[in-house]
Protein backbone atom coordinates (compact mmCIF):
# COMPACT_ATOMS: atom_id res chain seq x y z
CA UNK A 1 0.00 0.00 0.00
CA UNK A 2 1.57 3.12 -1.21
CA UNK A 3 2.09 6.00 1.57
CA UNK A 4 0.38 9.15 2.83
CA UNK A 5 3.04 10.98 1.80
CA UNK A 6 3.15 9.46 -2.00
CA UNK A 7 -0.70 9.51 -2.12
CA UNK A 8 -0.78 13.20 -1.06
CA UNK A 9 1.94 14.30 -3.91
CA UNK A 10 -0.02 12.38 -6.41
CA UNK A 11 -3.38 13.86 -6.13
CA UNK A 12 -1.89 17.07 -5.44
CA UNK A 13 -0.08 16.72 -8.99
CA UNK A 14 -3.20 15.69 -10.14
CA UNK A 15 -5.80 18.53 -9.13
CA UNK A 16 -3.00 21.09 -10.13
CA UNK A 17 -2.93 19.45 -13.61
CA UNK A 18 -6.46 19.85 -14.37
CA UNK A 19 -6.87 23.08 -13.10
CA UNK A 20 -4.32 24.12 -15.12
CA UNK A 21 -5.56 22.44 -18.32
CA UNK A 22 -9.15 23.74 -17.36
CA UNK A 23 -7.06 26.89 -18.01
CA UNK A 24 -5.37 25.92 -21.23
CA UNK A 25 -1.98 25.89 -19.67
CA UNK A 26 0.32 22.71 -20.11
CA UNK A 27 0.69 21.48 -16.59
CA UNK A 28 3.91 20.03 -17.41
CA UNK A 29 6.01 21.52 -14.91
CA UNK A 30 3.92 23.15 -11.48
CA UNK A 31 2.54 19.94 -10.87
CA UNK A 32 5.55 17.95 -10.70
CA UNK A 33 7.44 20.71 -8.92
CA UNK A 34 4.66 20.66 -6.24
CA UNK A 35 4.79 17.12 -6.31
CA UNK A 36 9.02 16.59 -5.83
CA UNK A 37 8.20 19.30 -2.79
CA UNK A 38 5.88 16.94 -0.55
CA UNK A 39 7.52 13.92 -2.06
CA UNK A 40 10.99 14.22 -3.29
CA UNK A 41 11.43 10.01 -4.01
CA UNK A 42 8.58 10.16 -6.14
CA UNK A 43 9.97 9.44 -9.23
CA UNK A 44 11.69 6.11 -7.60
CA UNK A 45 8.40 4.89 -5.96
CA UNK A 46 6.66 5.38 -9.13
CA UNK A 47 8.63 3.88 -11.64
CA UNK A 48 9.75 1.16 -9.40
CA UNK A 49 7.89 -1.90 -11.26
CA UNK A 50 7.68 0.04 -15.16
CA UNK A 51 9.89 -1.66 -17.80
CA UNK A 52 11.65 2.20 -18.49
CA UNK A 53 13.27 3.46 -21.58
CA UNK A 54 15.08 6.61 -20.95
CA UNK A 55 16.23 8.70 -24.07
CA UNK A 56 18.99 11.17 -23.58
CA UNK A 57 21.21 13.58 -26.16
CA UNK A 58 21.76 16.95 -27.71
CA UNK A 59 19.73 16.48 -30.50
CA UNK A 60 16.68 13.50 -31.13
CA UNK A 61 15.38 12.87 -28.05
CA UNK A 62 11.88 13.99 -28.29
CA UNK A 63 11.06 12.34 -31.88
CA UNK A 64 13.15 9.30 -30.44
CA UNK A 65 11.04 9.01 -28.01
CA UNK A 66 7.79 9.19 -30.06
CA UNK A 67 8.86 6.59 -32.39
CA UNK A 68 9.54 4.09 -28.98
CA UNK A 69 6.49 4.50 -28.15
CA UNK A 70 4.84 4.13 -31.37
CA UNK A 71 7.00 0.67 -31.91
CA UNK A 72 5.77 -0.71 -28.03
CA UNK A 73 2.28 -0.19 -28.42
CA UNK A 74 2.21 -1.71 -31.93
CA UNK A 75 4.57 -4.46 -30.17
CA UNK A 76 1.10 -5.29 -28.16
CA UNK A 77 3.11 -3.21 -25.64
CA UNK A 78 -0.25 -1.55 -23.93
CA UNK A 79 -0.46 1.57 -21.97
CA UNK A 80 3.19 3.75 -22.31
CA UNK A 81 4.26 6.15 -20.26
CA UNK A 82 5.23 9.36 -22.02
CA UNK A 83 6.81 12.58 -21.68
CA UNK A 84 5.26 13.53 -24.66
CA UNK A 85 5.46 17.07 -24.36
CA UNK A 86 9.07 17.42 -24.00
CA UNK A 87 9.20 18.29 -20.14
CA UNK A 88 12.34 16.19 -19.28
CA UNK A 89 13.95 17.91 -16.44
CA UNK A 90 12.74 16.32 -13.00
CA UNK A 91 9.77 17.94 -12.29
CA UNK A 92 8.50 16.96 -16.16
CA UNK A 93 9.18 13.64 -15.24
CA UNK A 94 7.20 13.30 -11.65
CA UNK A 95 4.42 14.98 -13.20
CA UNK A 96 3.67 12.87 -16.00
CA UNK A 97 4.96 9.41 -13.85
CA UNK A 98 2.16 11.43 -11.24
CA UNK A 99 -0.68 11.43 -13.77
CA UNK A 100 -0.06 8.02 -15.57
CA UNK A 101 1.24 5.60 -13.15
CA UNK A 102 -2.09 4.38 -10.91
CA UNK A 103 -1.32 4.03 -6.79
CA UNK A 104 -5.43 4.40 -6.62
CA UNK A 105 -6.03 1.34 -8.68
CA UNK A 106 -4.68 -1.94 -9.12
CA UNK A 107 -4.46 -1.15 -13.07
CA UNK A 108 -0.95 -0.21 -13.76
CA UNK A 109 1.04 0.28 -17.23
CA UNK A 110 4.00 -1.87 -17.93
CA UNK A 111 6.21 0.26 -19.80
CA UNK A 112 7.54 3.98 -19.86
CA UNK A 113 9.88 5.81 -22.58
CA UNK A 114 11.11 9.27 -21.03
CA UNK A 115 12.89 11.78 -22.28
CA UNK A 116 15.52 12.91 -20.30
CA UNK A 117 17.80 16.42 -20.10
CA UNK A 118 21.27 15.82 -20.61
CA UNK A 119 22.11 18.14 -17.14
CA UNK A 120 19.28 16.22 -14.99
CA UNK A 121 20.87 13.07 -16.67
CA UNK A 122 23.14 12.36 -13.60
CA UNK A 123 20.34 12.19 -11.04
CA UNK A 124 17.28 11.10 -12.57
CA UNK A 125 18.56 7.93 -14.30
CA UNK A 126 19.45 6.70 -11.00
CA UNK A 127 15.74 7.59 -10.03
CA UNK A 128 14.68 5.62 -12.83
CA UNK A 129 16.67 2.78 -13.01
CA UNK A 130 15.84 2.34 -16.59
CA UNK A 131 16.26 -1.00 -18.73
CA UNK A 132 17.05 0.67 -21.75
CA UNK A 133 19.33 3.75 -22.27
CA UNK A 134 19.37 5.67 -26.12
CA UNK A 135 21.63 7.94 -26.75
CA UNK A 136 21.32 10.02 -29.55
CA UNK A 137 24.30 11.99 -29.99
CA UNK A 138 26.28 14.86 -28.08
CA UNK A 139 27.13 18.55 -29.59
CA UNK A 140 27.36 22.06 -28.12
CA UNK A 141 24.04 23.42 -26.56
CA UNK A 142 23.04 26.15 -24.54
CA UNK A 143 26.47 26.98 -23.50
CA UNK A 144 25.03 28.83 -19.95
CA UNK A 145 23.50 25.65 -18.99
CA UNK A 146 26.37 22.92 -20.20
CA UNK A 147 29.60 25.20 -20.62
CA UNK A 148 31.27 22.90 -23.14
CA UNK A 149 29.84 19.63 -24.37
CA UNK A 150 32.74 17.20 -22.41
CA UNK A 151 30.21 18.54 -19.14
CA UNK A 152 26.88 17.13 -20.48
CA UNK A 153 29.37 13.59 -21.12
CA UNK A 154 30.19 13.54 -17.83
CA UNK A 155 26.42 14.65 -16.59
CA UNK A 156 25.45 11.86 -18.59
CA UNK A 157 27.95 8.73 -17.85
CA UNK A 158 27.44 9.97 -14.14
CA UNK A 159 23.92 8.34 -14.53
CA UNK A 160 24.91 5.83 -16.78
CA UNK A 161 27.40 4.18 -14.18
CA UNK A 162 24.61 3.78 -11.35
CA UNK A 163 22.41 1.85 -14.04
CA UNK A 164 25.23 -1.12 -14.84
CA UNK A 165 22.44 -3.30 -16.21
CA UNK A 166 21.07 -1.00 -17.81
CA UNK A 167 21.06 -1.67 -21.83
CA UNK A 168 23.31 1.35 -23.59
CA UNK A 169 22.00 2.34 -27.22
CA UNK A 170 24.74 3.85 -28.65
CA UNK A 171 25.43 6.18 -31.80
CA UNK A 172 28.65 4.28 -33.26
CA UNK A 173 29.16 7.55 -35.20
CA UNK A 174 29.35 9.67 -32.34
CA UNK A 175 33.13 9.42 -30.75
CA UNK A 176 31.43 11.10 -27.55
CA UNK A 177 28.52 8.87 -27.24
CA UNK A 178 30.95 6.08 -27.64
CA UNK A 179 33.43 7.14 -25.14
CA UNK A 180 30.52 7.66 -22.30
CA UNK A 181 30.99 3.39 -22.05
CA UNK A 182 33.98 3.56 -21.64
CA UNK A 183 34.83 0.87 -18.64
CA UNK A 184 31.69 0.48 -17.85
CA UNK A 185 30.14 -2.73 -17.82
CA UNK A 186 26.66 -1.99 -19.46
CA UNK A 187 25.93 -4.26 -22.62
CA UNK A 188 25.99 -2.21 -25.37
CA UNK A 189 23.72 -2.19 -28.81
CA UNK A 190 25.52 -0.02 -31.46
CA UNK A 191 23.51 2.24 -34.60
CA UNK A 192 24.99 4.34 -37.13
CA UNK A 193 25.20 5.26 -41.02
CA UNK A 194 27.46 3.00 -43.61
CA UNK A 195 30.12 4.32 -45.35
CA UNK A 196 27.45 4.65 -48.36
CA UNK A 197 24.98 6.54 -46.30
CA UNK A 198 27.43 9.07 -44.72
CA UNK A 199 28.09 10.84 -48.27
CA UNK A 200 29.69 13.29 -46.90
CA UNK A 201 33.38 14.94 -46.46
CA UNK A 202 35.38 14.65 -43.74
CA UNK A 203 34.74 17.30 -40.22
CA UNK A 204 37.97 19.76 -40.29
CA UNK A 205 40.45 19.31 -38.10
CA UNK A 206 39.98 21.06 -34.40
CA UNK A 207 36.61 21.09 -35.01
CA UNK A 208 34.56 20.18 -31.79
CA UNK A 209 34.45 16.63 -30.66
CA UNK A 210 36.72 15.46 -33.52
CA UNK A 211 39.55 14.78 -30.56
CA UNK A 212 39.46 11.08 -28.83
CA UNK A 213 37.68 10.18 -25.69
CA UNK A 214 40.32 8.16 -24.64
CA UNK A 215 43.75 10.07 -25.06
CA UNK A 216 42.36 13.71 -26.31
CA UNK A 217 44.75 13.05 -30.17
CA UNK A 218 42.89 14.09 -33.26
CA UNK A 219 40.91 11.56 -34.80
CA UNK A 220 41.13 10.72 -38.72
CA UNK A 221 37.63 10.29 -40.51
CA UNK A 222 37.11 7.90 -43.13
CA UNK A 223 33.50 9.82 -44.16
CA UNK A 224 31.32 11.86 -42.17
CA UNK A 225 27.58 12.75 -42.32
CA UNK A 226 27.81 15.84 -40.42
CA UNK A 227 29.19 17.15 -37.75
CA UNK A 228 31.58 15.36 -35.82
CA UNK A 229 29.65 11.90 -37.17
CA UNK A 230 31.22 9.57 -38.86
CA UNK A 231 33.77 6.63 -39.11
CA UNK A 232 36.55 7.88 -36.76
CA UNK A 233 39.63 6.48 -35.55
CA UNK A 234 42.17 7.39 -33.41
CA UNK A 235 46.05 7.50 -34.76
CA UNK A 236 47.50 7.32 -31.22
CA UNK A 237 45.63 5.34 -28.93
CA UNK A 238 43.73 3.00 -31.96
CA UNK A 239 40.33 3.57 -30.39
CA UNK A 240 37.86 3.54 -33.20
CA UNK A 241 34.46 3.35 -34.28
CA UNK A 242 32.64 0.21 -32.90
CA UNK A 243 31.19 -2.17 -35.65
CA UNK A 244 27.19 -1.23 -35.72
CA UNK A 245 24.95 -3.33 -35.47
CA UNK A 246 22.47 -1.39 -36.41
CA UNK A 247 23.21 0.12 -39.65
CA UNK A 248 21.92 2.39 -42.31
CA UNK A 249 22.81 0.83 -45.52
CA UNK A 250 21.36 3.42 -47.60
CA UNK A 251 17.86 5.87 -47.15
CA UNK A 252 16.62 8.42 -50.17
CA UNK A 253 14.69 11.79 -49.06
CA UNK A 254 11.69 12.88 -49.94
CA UNK A 255 9.62 16.14 -48.37
CA UNK A 256 7.50 13.60 -46.47
CA UNK A 257 10.11 11.22 -45.40
CA UNK A 258 12.79 8.93 -45.98
CA UNK A 259 13.55 5.57 -47.44
CA UNK A 260 15.55 3.46 -46.28
CA UNK A 261 17.36 0.08 -45.75
CA UNK A 262 19.14 -1.27 -42.37
CA UNK A 263 21.00 -3.69 -42.09
CA UNK A 264 20.26 -5.52 -38.26
CA UNK A 265 22.63 -7.96 -37.14
CA UNK A 266 23.51 -8.84 -40.51
CA UNK A 267 20.18 -9.12 -42.19
CA UNK A 268 18.70 -6.60 -44.27
CA UNK A 269 15.63 -4.82 -43.41
CA UNK A 270 13.38 -2.01 -45.90
CA UNK A 271 11.68 0.94 -43.87
CA UNK A 272 9.88 3.81 -44.52
CA UNK A 273 10.48 6.65 -41.75
CA UNK A 274 7.69 9.28 -41.72
CA UNK A 275 9.86 12.08 -41.20
CA UNK A 276 12.62 13.99 -43.19
CA UNK A 277 15.63 14.48 -43.26
CA UNK A 278 19.13 12.81 -42.20
CA UNK A 279 18.84 13.72 -38.62
CA UNK A 280 15.92 11.58 -38.40
CA UNK A 281 17.29 8.47 -40.20
CA UNK A 282 19.34 8.51 -37.43
CA UNK A 283 16.67 9.26 -35.32
CA UNK A 284 15.26 6.11 -36.49
CA UNK A 285 18.00 4.14 -35.90
CA UNK A 286 18.24 5.17 -32.54
CA UNK A 287 14.69 4.04 -32.28
CA UNK A 288 15.04 1.21 -33.86
CA UNK A 289 17.71 0.28 -30.88
CA UNK A 290 16.04 0.95 -28.45
CA UNK A 291 12.90 -1.09 -29.47
CA UNK A 292 15.30 -4.13 -29.72
CA UNK A 293 16.75 -3.74 -26.72
CA UNK A 294 13.37 -3.48 -24.69
CA UNK A 295 12.83 -7.01 -26.43
CA UNK A 296 10.70 -5.90 -29.31
CA UNK A 297 10.21 -7.56 -32.81
CA UNK A 298 12.58 -7.08 -35.29
CA UNK A 299 9.73 -6.30 -38.13
CA UNK A 300 7.60 -4.65 -35.90
CA UNK A 301 10.26 -1.84 -34.69
CA UNK A 302 10.86 -1.34 -38.21
CA UNK A 303 7.60 -1.09 -39.38
CA UNK A 304 7.14 1.16 -36.78
CA UNK A 305 9.09 3.80 -38.10
CA UNK A 306 6.44 4.39 -40.97
CA UNK A 307 3.28 5.62 -38.10
CA UNK A 308 5.09 7.48 -35.44
CA UNK A 309 3.69 11.36 -34.91
CA UNK A 310 5.91 14.45 -34.93
CA UNK A 311 6.93 15.59 -31.60
CA UNK A 312 5.15 19.81 -31.31
CA UNK A 313 7.06 21.84 -33.55
CA UNK A 314 9.73 19.21 -34.95
CA UNK A 315 9.29 19.20 -38.52
CA UNK A 316 5.43 19.91 -37.76
CA UNK A 317 3.00 20.61 -40.86
CA UNK A 318 0.50 23.24 -40.53
CA UNK A 319 -2.57 23.84 -42.99
CA UNK A 320 -2.19 27.64 -43.34
CA UNK A 321 -2.13 29.69 -46.27
CA UNK A 322 0.24 28.14 -49.06
CA UNK A 323 1.14 25.55 -46.23
CA UNK A 324 3.70 25.92 -42.97
CA UNK A 325 6.88 23.78 -41.62
CA UNK A 326 7.77 24.26 -38.14
CA UNK A 327 11.25 23.08 -37.60
CA UNK A 328 12.67 23.77 -33.85
CA UNK A 329 16.24 25.15 -33.74
CA UNK A 330 18.35 25.64 -30.07
CA UNK A 331 22.36 25.16 -31.67
CA UNK A 332 24.35 24.84 -34.63
CA UNK A 333 24.13 21.57 -35.95
CA UNK A 334 20.50 21.56 -35.61
CA UNK A 335 19.92 24.87 -37.10
CA UNK A 336 22.47 23.31 -39.83
CA UNK A 337 20.12 20.11 -40.36
CA UNK A 338 17.01 22.20 -41.06
CA UNK A 339 18.59 25.00 -43.36
CA UNK A 340 20.16 21.48 -45.54
CA UNK A 341 16.97 20.35 -45.40
CA UNK A 342 15.26 23.51 -46.63
CA UNK A 343 17.54 24.02 -49.27
CA UNK A 344 16.48 20.64 -51.32
CA UNK A 345 13.31 21.60 -52.16
CA UNK A 346 12.99 23.26 -55.50
CA UNK A 347 10.26 25.63 -54.28
CA UNK A 348 10.39 28.86 -53.38
CA UNK A 349 9.58 29.79 -50.11
CA UNK A 350 9.63 32.04 -47.41
CA UNK A 351 11.35 31.89 -43.70
CA UNK A 352 10.54 33.13 -40.60
CA UNK A 353 13.34 32.91 -37.78
CA UNK A 354 12.36 33.78 -34.15
CA UNK A 355 15.14 33.90 -31.18
CA UNK A 356 14.59 34.21 -27.99
CA UNK A 357 17.01 33.96 -24.92
CA UNK A 358 15.07 32.64 -21.97
CA UNK A 359 16.21 29.80 -20.23
CA UNK A 360 14.72 26.98 -22.10
CA UNK A 361 16.03 28.47 -25.02
CA UNK A 362 19.65 28.85 -23.57
CA UNK A 363 20.81 32.87 -22.31
CA UNK A 364 23.81 32.08 -24.72
CA UNK A 365 22.99 33.35 -28.40
CA UNK A 366 26.37 33.21 -29.62
CA UNK A 367 25.56 30.02 -31.78
CA UNK A 368 24.19 31.63 -34.15
CA UNK A 369 27.08 32.60 -35.47
CA UNK A 370 28.51 29.55 -35.46
CA UNK A 371 25.38 27.75 -37.93
CA UNK A 372 25.46 28.33 -41.66
CA UNK A 373 23.21 31.07 -42.69
CA UNK A 374 25.31 31.71 -45.37
CA UNK A 375 24.03 28.46 -47.37
CA UNK A 376 20.97 30.33 -47.05
CA UNK A 377 22.46 32.05 -50.37
CA UNK A 378 22.33 29.26 -51.99
CA UNK A 379 18.59 29.33 -52.50
CA UNK A 380 18.81 32.50 -54.63
CA UNK A 381 15.72 33.63 -55.50
CA UNK A 382 13.73 30.48 -54.04
CA UNK A 383 14.36 32.46 -51.23
CA UNK A 384 11.54 35.17 -51.13
CA UNK A 385 11.89 36.43 -47.69
CA UNK A 386 13.37 36.13 -44.45
CA UNK A 387 11.10 37.76 -41.33
CA UNK A 388 12.83 38.05 -37.55
CA UNK A 389 11.13 38.11 -34.59
CA UNK A 390 11.91 37.04 -31.11
CA UNK A 391 13.62 38.96 -28.16
CA UNK A 392 16.91 38.87 -30.03
CA UNK A 393 15.50 39.76 -33.38
CA UNK A 394 17.88 42.59 -34.07
CA UNK A 395 21.45 40.42 -33.30
CA UNK A 396 19.39 37.99 -36.12
CA UNK A 397 19.09 40.61 -38.37
CA UNK A 398 22.62 41.40 -38.13
CA UNK A 399 23.69 37.49 -38.66
CA UNK A 400 21.44 37.72 -41.49
CA UNK A 401 23.51 40.70 -43.40
CA UNK A 402 26.41 39.06 -42.32
CA UNK A 403 25.63 35.68 -43.88
CA UNK A 404 24.87 38.00 -47.57
CA UNK A 405 21.40 37.73 -47.20
CA UNK A 406 20.15 41.00 -49.34
CA UNK A 407 18.79 43.98 -47.34
CA UNK A 408 15.77 43.74 -49.47
CA UNK A 409 14.84 40.62 -48.31
CA UNK A 410 14.62 40.83 -44.35
CA UNK A 411 12.46 42.45 -42.37
CA UNK A 412 11.08 42.49 -38.53
CA UNK A 413 7.87 41.36 -37.31
CA UNK A 414 7.79 41.45 -33.08
CA UNK A 415 3.79 40.18 -33.37
CA UNK A 416 3.07 36.98 -33.72
CA UNK A 417 -0.68 38.84 -34.60
CA UNK A 418 1.43 40.10 -37.53
CA UNK A 419 3.15 36.94 -38.49
CA UNK A 420 -0.08 35.20 -38.75
CA UNK A 421 -1.36 37.59 -40.88
CA UNK A 422 1.53 37.26 -43.07
CA UNK A 423 1.30 33.18 -42.99
CA UNK A 424 -2.46 33.40 -44.13
CA UNK A 425 -1.80 35.51 -46.98
CA UNK A 426 1.21 33.79 -47.99
CA UNK A 427 1.23 32.10 -52.03
CA UNK A 428 4.69 30.24 -50.89
CA UNK A 429 4.76 27.74 -48.50
CA UNK A 430 6.74 28.81 -45.41
CA UNK A 431 9.39 27.33 -42.81
CA UNK A 432 9.32 28.61 -39.44
CA UNK A 433 12.43 28.06 -37.42
CA UNK A 434 11.94 28.84 -33.96
CA UNK A 435 13.98 28.46 -30.27
CA UNK A 436 11.88 26.50 -27.80
CA UNK A 437 9.84 29.38 -26.01
CA UNK A 438 8.86 30.81 -29.29
CA UNK A 439 7.95 27.85 -30.69
CA UNK A 440 5.60 27.03 -27.70
CA UNK A 441 4.09 30.52 -28.18
CA UNK A 442 3.49 29.97 -31.54
CA UNK A 443 2.74 26.86 -32.06
CA UNK A 444 -0.17 27.24 -29.26
CA UNK A 445 -1.54 30.22 -32.15
CA UNK A 446 -1.13 27.94 -35.21
CA UNK A 447 -2.93 24.61 -33.14
CA UNK A 448 -6.14 27.09 -32.58
CA UNK A 449 -6.02 28.05 -36.11
CA UNK A 450 -6.24 24.42 -37.28
CA UNK A 451 -8.21 22.79 -34.48
CA UNK A 452 -4.77 20.92 -33.68
CA UNK A 453 -4.07 19.35 -30.22
CA UNK A 454 -2.58 21.40 -27.37
CA UNK A 455 1.49 20.57 -27.00
CA UNK A 456 1.26 19.01 -23.50
CA UNK A 457 -1.07 16.06 -25.58
CA UNK A 458 1.62 15.13 -27.69
Not at 13 to 42: F, M, Q, W, Y
Not at 345 to 363: M, Q, T
Not at 439 to 454: I, N, P, S, V, Y
Request: glycine share 10%; proline share 4%.
Amino acid sequence: MPDFKLRFAVAVCRLSRLLLRLLRRGGTTLPGVLALKICPEIISKLSAGLEIIAVSGTNGKTTVAHILENAIKSDGGGTVVCNRSGANLATGIAAELCCNVGIFSDSRPKYAVIEVDELAARKVIAMLQPRVIVLTNLFRDQLDRYAEVQSAAGYLREGIATVPEAVLCLNADDSLTVGLADHLPNRRIYYGFSAEASQSGCPKPGEEGTRCPRCGAQLLYSCSSYGHLGHWSCPECRYSRPAADISVERFFETEAGSDAVFKIFGKEYSAHISAPGDYNVYNAAAAVAGALAAGNDIKSAVGALAGFGHGFGRMERFDVGAGVLMILIKNPVGCDRAFDYILKSERAFNLIIILNDLDSDGRDISWIWDAGFEHLCEAGERLNRVTVSGMRSKELMTRLEYAGIPDGKISEEKSIHGMMKELESSELPTYILPTYTAMMKFRQRLAKKTRRRGFWEG
